[in-house]
């Protein structure tokens, strides 16, 4: 079974400032995604960035960027230049590969990481 | 396009009461997801879709969890009896493959609250 483990239950950072989210999985699989999910307090899930396993280039999307570690299966989240509008959960996600979907361990999310931004 | 539309966005209902939630994935999209959040226990998925079949229902918690999908544009997730501890938010989630590459598109949820 996959597992994900976030282990910040909570950070904060200073608006402007950026901040790390860690996020460790566990899997036997060798082609997967991962991603990072943020739900605002409106609590709708909206997804910030993704990453496919066999891509060596770290995924990038604006002020969002992942710094996706193989061999070590780590997978965490930089913002930079943190905004009041990036408070939120964020979630990391493990997905198999579609053809490899047996069942739900194949899709996991981890516990989450509350985010606040202080002006 | 619309995004997964679920309902209602909040019930209250008494212990007992039979609870239905529904959801409206995105048009065509083949791939339909029950989730439920609790501050105790997170994310859990509950029960997942591919072309309106259940693949697998080892997530949800008991008998009294149900979910079907009869057509590709409706699915409904139901709780009879429903007890307090189901008290949750219930997400919906739809995606396509190969198209979106596992990214879910979630509804906005339907927060549960049972006396």
């Known amino acids: 079974a996959q597992t994900v483990t976030q282990s910040q239950p909570e950070m904060s950072v200073q608006e402007a400032e950026t901040v790390t989210l860690s996020c460790t999985y566990d899997?036997?699989?060798?082609?997967?995604?991962l991603f990072w999910y943020k739900q605002p307090p409106s609590r709708q899930m909206i997804l910030v960035i993704r990453?496919?396993?066999?891509?060596?280039q770290n995924a990038t999307e604006n002020r969002f960027s992942v710094n996706f570690q193989k061999a070590a299966k780590s997978f965490s989240l930089k913002i930079s230049d943190s905004q009041l509008g990036d408070t939120a959960m964020y979630f990391c996600?493990?997905?198999?590969?579609?053809?490899?979907?047996?069942?739900?361990?194949?899709?996991?999310f981890g516990a989450g990481t509350r985010l606040t931004v202080k002006p | 396009d619309a995004g997964v539309i679920q309902s209602p966005r909040h019930e209250v209902t008494e212990m007992g009461q039979e609870v239905t939630l529904r959801c409206k994935p995105i048009?065509?999209?083949?791939?339909l997801f029950w989730y439920r959040q609790t501050m105790m226990r997170g994310l859990e998925l509950l029960i997942y879709?591919?072309?309106?079949?259940?693949?697998?229902d080892s997530g949800m918690p008991e008998d009294r969890f149900s979910a079907k999908m009869p057509n590709a544009s409706f699915s409904t997730l139901k709780i009879q009896p429903s007890e307090p501890r189901d008290s949750a938010v219930y997400f919906c989630?739809?995606?396509?493959?190969?198209?979106?590459?596992?990214?879910?598109?979630f509804g906005e949820g339907s927060r549960l609250t049972v006396l």
């Open positions: 990453q496919e396993a066999y891509k060596q």
């Open positions: 996600a493990f997905m198999k590969e579609r053809q490899l979907l047996y069942n739900n361990n194949d899709m996991r």
């Open positions: 879709f591919n072309n309106n079949v259940p693949i697998d």
């Open positions: 989630a739809s995606t396509s493959f190969p198209l979106h590459t596992g990214e879910l598109f």
């Open positions: 899997t036997s699989e060798s082609n997967y995604y």
């Open positions: 048009s065509g999209h083949d791939y």
